[in-house]
């Protein structure tokens, strides 16, 4: 990956802040939703990086820990301001969800004994789970390609349910047991690949 | 010292859950189990807030987890905990290794990694479940699972429909039915 397009003008971190502010204001839900409105902001109106390179972000976004969104503005703000960037656009990007979350926290616990309020949340659990339902069904549609991966989904669910292994635990034997497959599919192509210079 | 905890429970959180959209929830569930600053009714409500309002997901679940526990400051602090992992291994990434996601090991790992989410996700949603389902004496409520076969039904039908619509759906049922 090469360096982002060298602006003309060194982009000041007010900017930054507050590009990633819009951006975070004008994202319902994160992910891939935010993927259009990330690319008019930093690529059509900013210049910052280019469309190829914003699919780049997003691939290592998903490819590293923590949340895509924040994974994304991170890597943008470091390749435009370095790591004060970093740091700067993450800020503004999150800047909106501690306002707007907090000032309806506080609203709601107000209303939190209202019989109303109690069943209209009832309700929404309801939803709730259905959109859970729908987010497992897309994962399994991606990542469930045969089975060994079918395994470690089972396998995950189990270790939580019966053993009430922790989801920090899972996800660290998750790697070590990705990591097992990566070198020994390398150790067994090298062996064939002995065997065939042998003969 | 509760804000040190919330710090370290968010950091953790930021640094091993992975993915968008829904990729902390069962992150939450495990702190809300192990430290009892929420409930699981709590952590539902959130959720259905946190996807009704701008912002990533996962962002707002830190935000609202933290002032529940602590106030503005916790807020602040679970946030804080939350990005830091982003952070921190991002400008590692994008200092000193080119085309990380193209090597054939971080692409075998996020294989797995991704099926992993499956499961924890399904054990977050296992905890929702005697909440939303069954009544004060553990019997089977019949209203809220029809609500949930016929919304579940519209999300799959009508999938490019904002997920703000559905919780809308949920809460106006909610009032009228439960």
Redesign the interface.
């Known amino acids: 990956m090469s360096d982002a397009p060298a602006a003309e003008k060194k982009t000041s971190l007010w900017t930054l802040f507050i590009t990633f502010a819009k951006v975070g204001v004008m994202t319902f839900g994160g992910g891939y939703a935010m993927l259009p409105i990330l690319e008019r902001e930093v690529v059509k109106n900013h210049n910052w990086t280019t469309s190829e390179q914003m699919l780049d972000y997003y691939a290592i976004g998903q490819c590293t820990p923590g949340i895509i969104a924040v994974n994304v503005s991170t890597f943008i703000g470091y390749k435009t301001r370095g790591i004060l960037g970093a740091i700067v656009a993450t800020f503004g990007m999150v800047f909106p969800s501690l306002v707007i979350i907090t000032a309806l926290a506080s609203v709601l616990k107000m209303f939190q004994d209202n019989v109303y309020v109690k069943k209209a949340f009832a309700g929404i659990r309801i939803a709730v789970c259905a959109l859970m339902v729908t987010a497992v069904i897309g994962l399994v549609r991606k990542a469930v390609s045969n089975i060994p991966t079918a395994i470690v989904a089972v396998a995950a669910l189990l270790l939580q349910l019966l053993l009430g292994v922790s989801p920090v635990i899972i996800v660290i034997c998750t790697v070590a047991f990705g990591l097992i497959m990566y070198f020994s599919t390398i150790k067994r192509n090298n062996d064939s690949e002995n065997k065939e210079v042998q003969k | 010292m509760i804000l040190l905890q919330l710090f370290w429970e968010f950091f953790?959180t930021?640094?091993?859950?992975?993915?968008?959209?829904?990729?902390?929830?069962?992150?939450l569930f495990?702190i809300s189990a192990?430290t009892g600053w929420f409930t699981t009714?709590e952590l539902?409500?959130m959720?259905?807030?946190?996807?009704?309002?701008?912002?990533?997901?996962?962002?707002?679940m830190a935000?609202?987890v933290g002032?529940?526990t602590a106030g503005?400051l916790g807020?602040?602090i679970a946030?804080l905990g939350?990005?830091a992992?982003?952070?921190i291994?991002?400008?590692i990434?994008?200092k000193l290794l080119?085309?990380?996601?193209?090597k054939?090991?971080?692409?075998?790992?996020?294989?797995?990694?991704?099926?992993?989410?499956?499961?924890?996700?399904?054990?977050?949603?296992?905890q929702?479940?005697p909440?939303?389902f069954l009544g004060a004496d553990n019997n089977l409520l019949w209203a809220?699972v029809i609500?949930?076969a016929v919304?579940?039904f519209c999300?799959?039908k009508w999938k490019k429909v904002?997920?703000?619509f559905?919780?809308g759906?949920?809460?106006?049922?909610?009032?009228i039915?439960?």
């Open positions: 953790k930021g640094l091993f859950a992975i993915g968008g959209g829904m990729a902390t929830v069962p992150f495990d192990r009714a539902a409500n959720i259905a807030i946190s996807e009704s309002t701008p912002g990533p997901i996962g962002v707002n935000t609202y002032f529940e503005i807020s602040v946030t939350l990005v992992p982003s952070i291994i991002i400008v990434i994008a080119d085309a990380f996601a193209e054939p090991v971080v692409k075998t790992v996020f294989k797995y990694l991704r099926p992993a989410v499956i499961g924890l996700l399904l054990f977050a949603l296992w929702l479940l909440l939303t809220p609500a949930f919304l579940l999300m799959l904002h997920p703000i559905w919780i759906a949920g809460a106006i049922f909610g009032i039915a439960l």
